[in-house]
C-alpha cells in the first residue's frame, strides 16, 4: 500500500446549465440553520460525473449541496454556483454487505431500496432525509453511534471530483499517508500535488465533525469524510450495509438526571456485554430529554405518542434495543436493569413488529428540537437578528453527569432559558438556548464558548456531528479544539488540493 494516487479524467460533456432564475434560486439560499442573507450565481444539476467535473471545471466558486439539512450554514450559498447533487440520484443492487449509491440519495430512499432485501444502513443521522454525499461530507453521526459508529466507518470508497476538475476514485485500505506525513495525487496534467497530514492529535471520543481527520499513517479515504465539501465534491460512494435488525423503541421516565445518567451506564455496560456474546440487552442507542426539553413540546405532541406528559423533574430516555430472535430475554433484562436503578414506571414499549408504535415514540423525540425551534422562529419575529444557539458537545462517558452540570450552570449563570436534549449514550447532547431577545443569542454564544473550553478540557469536542460550515462561532470552537496552528495546517491541506479557493470556500476557515 502506497501514499501516492492518480487521478483520472471523467468523460468530455458540456457542463449542465446554471440556472439563474430567481424563483429557482430562492428555495436554495438557506439551510436548516436559517441563516438570512444566502445568494447565489445560479444553481445546476449535474446528472453524472462527468457534468460534475465540467461544472467545477467552468465555474469560480461552487457550493456543493445535499438536502441543505446542515445547522451551520455550510449548505448557505455565499454568492458561489450552487451544485445540487440531487440528480446524483441512483442506487445500485446491494452486492454481499455493500450498496454503491449517488451523492444526492436521500438516506431514507436509500434505506428503502435496501429493506427490500433485508439490509440496512445504519450510521442515520435524526433527519433522514439528508443526502449520502452530505451525511459524508459531515461524517454526520447520530443515535446509534453508540453501537454502530459515525459515517465514517461505512463508507468504503468514494468517487470524489477534485477543484481542477480531475476524478479520484479513493477505497479504503489502498492509500495510506507516508511515514514523514504526506500524500501525493498525479494529476491528469502531470502535475503532482503533495498533500500534508495534519499533526494535531484529535480528541477520544465516539463522534466528531470537526475539519479534517488527521493522524499518523492514515487512509487517503479518511481525509475527504468530513471535510465538509472544501475539498471534492463527492459523486458517488460504496457504503457497508448490514442485515436490518429488528428494533424495540421504549420510552423511559427517570426521576431526574441523576437517575437517567445512572441508567444510562447501566444500559451501556448491559449492551456492551451483549456485543460480546455475554447477554441479551442489545442497545443501540440512548437518547435523552431534559424537564426543559420536554417542558417546549407541546401537549399534542405527548397525545400523539400516546404518552403522559411526565410531571416534576422527570427526563426522559428513548432507548433502542436490537433483538434479533429472543425480544422476550432482552426485556426480561431490561425490567431488571430498571428495577435496579429504582425507576418507577414501566417504559412505553414499541415490540419489534410494531413500526407505528416505534415512530409515534421517535415521532415524539422529534418533537424536542422542532419545538426548540418553533420557539426560535416565534422570537425572531419581533427579534429579526435572534438566531438558533447551540452546542454540540462530545465527552468522554465517564465525563457525562460533568458535562451536564457544567452546561446547567453555565447557561443558568447567563440568566439564560435553555433546554438540553441528544445522544447520551455517546456523551453527545445539544444545550439550545431558549432565546427571548437577541441578548440572550450574544450571551448565549458566549456560554457555549465558555463551555466548549470546559469540554475540551475533559477531553471531549465542542463539535461532535453537525460539523463547522460557515457559523464563526462554530469556526471559533474549531480554533479553541486545534489552536491557530490546526487550522493552518487544515489550509496547508486545503492549498494543496483547491489553491484557488473554489470548493466550498469560508467552509470551516477562512482563506
Ligand atoms: C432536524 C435535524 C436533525 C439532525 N440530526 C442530526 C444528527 O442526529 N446527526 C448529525 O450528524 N447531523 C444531524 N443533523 C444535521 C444534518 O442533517 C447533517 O449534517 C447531514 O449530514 C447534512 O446532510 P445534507 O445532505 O443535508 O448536506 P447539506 O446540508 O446540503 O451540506 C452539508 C455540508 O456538506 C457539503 N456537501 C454536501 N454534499 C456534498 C457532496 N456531495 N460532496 C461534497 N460536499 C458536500 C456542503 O457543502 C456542506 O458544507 C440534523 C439536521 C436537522 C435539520
Redesign the pocket.
Known sequence: MGHRIKARKARAVSAPHIDTDEAILASFLS??AHVPGGFAAGVAFPQSEAEVTALVARAERV??????????G??TPRGEVV?S?RA?SSVSSPAGDSVRAG??V?LKELQRTLVSVGLYYPP????D???????????????ATFKHG??RRWVNAIT?VLANGDVLDVARGEIRASGDGWFEIESTTGELLRVPVPTYVMPDVP?L?AGYYASPGMDLIDLFIG????L????EATLKVVARPRRVAALIRCADDRQAIALTGALRQEAQLAWVGRGPLDVAAIEYMDTRALRAVPDDAFSRARVVRPAGQSVMLLVQIEVGNDEDSALDRLQAVLMAVGVADDPHLALANDERGAERLFNLR?AV??SV?AIVAATKQAHPDVEKTAGDMVVPFDRLADSIALYRSTLERSGLDYAIWG?VSDGNLHPNVVPRSFDDVRRGREAILEIARDVVAMGGAPL????V?RSALKQQLLRELYGAEGIEQMRAVKRALDPGWK??PG?LFAQ
Open positions: 439551510d436548516a457550493l456543493p449541496i445535499g438536502a441543505q439539512s446542515s445547522l451551520t455550510g449548505a451544485l447533487t446524483l451523492a444526492g436521500p442515520v443521522p435524526t433527519f432525509g439528508a443526502f449520502v454525499g452530505g451525511t459524508i461530507a459531515t461524517n454526520a453521526a447520530g443515535a459515525s459515517t470524489l463522534k465533525s471535510a465538509e465539501g472544501t471534492g465534491v463527492v459523486v422529534e428540537p422542532s425551534n445522544h461532535a456531528e453537525h460539523g460550515g470548493l466550498a467552509v
